[in-house]
């Protein structure tokens, strides 16, 4: 097996059925707790920087030559968008010099919306979709996770702001 199809699979979580991408989604959000763990909000930005650099070129590599732009098993771009989605949740525990797990509703909401954005992709998240290149790939859900990073901060405002208040 190629260093490239495990990055683009994470190790082979790709290969599970059904849903390979809820997945890895699952799988990115317990790393991402480990990240935040070794070393907060920064190990994980650049964990997610090198997710990004290093699918991208994964994904090049595994798709060359073939009809299928975005096959089930590539995952590594469900990973880097999850990153994405949890991130505000890892600032935030920092900030609040919370435990990460006593912020469990935000695991949950960026997990929920991460997918939600990643399935229905609406407006642009679509337009990269449908670039069916490496770049497509990656920027779909690099996007979803850009969407549902911003509806876990609304809903952290609504609930800290508004209903707490």
């Given at each position: 097996?190629?260093v490239?199809?495990?990055?683009?699979?994470?190790?082979g979580?790709?290969?599970l059925?059904?849903?390979p991408?809820?997945?890895?989604?699952?799988?990115?959000?317990?790393l991402?707790w480990?990240?935040?763990?070794?070393?907060?909000?920064l190990i994980?930005?650049a964990?997610?920087?090198?997710?990004?650099?290093?699918?991208?070129?994964?994904?090049?590599?595994?798709?060359?030559?073939?009809?299928?732009?975005?096959?089930?098993?590539?995952?590594?771009?469900?990973v880097?968008?999850?990153?994405?989605?949890?991130?505000?949740?890892?600032?935030?525990?920092t900030h609040?010099?919370?435990?990460?797990?006593?912020?469990?509703?935000?695991?949950?909401?960026?997990f929920?919306?991460?997918?939600?954005f990643?399935?229905?992709?609406?407006?642009?998240?679509?337009?990269?979709?449908?670039?069916?290149?490496?770049?497509?790939?990656?920027?779909?859900?690099?996007?979803?996770?850009?969407?549902?990073?911003?509806?876990?901060?609304?809903?952290?405002?609504?609930?800290?702001?508004?209903?707490?208040?």
């Amino acid at each position: 097996m190629s260093v490239s199809h495990l990055i683009a699979t994470v190790f082979g979580i790709g290969h599970l059925r059904p849903a390979p991408g809820t997945w890895a989604s699952l799988l990115a959000l317990s790393l991402a707790w480990a990240l935040h763990v070794v070393g907060g909000p920064l190990i994980l930005f650049a964990a997610l920087l090198i997710s990004v650099a290093s699918g991208w070129w994964a994904i090049t590599l595994e798709t060359k030559g073939k009809t299928d732009s975005d096959p089930s098993e590539i995952v590594i771009d469900e990973v880097a968008g999850q990153w994405l989605a949890f991130l505000p949740v890892s600032i935030g525990a920092t900030h609040a010099g919370a435990n990460l797990l006593s912020l469990w509703p935000g695991f949950l909401f960026a997990f929920l919306f991460f997918r939600l954005f990643d399935i229905w992709k609406p407006g642009p998240i679509g337009w990269a979709d449908r670039r069916d290149d490496a770049l497509g790939v990656m920027l779909d859900d690099i996007l979803a996770g850009l969407a549902a990073a911003i509806c876990v901060v609304i809903s952290a405002f609504i609930y800290h702001e508004v209903i707490l208040t």
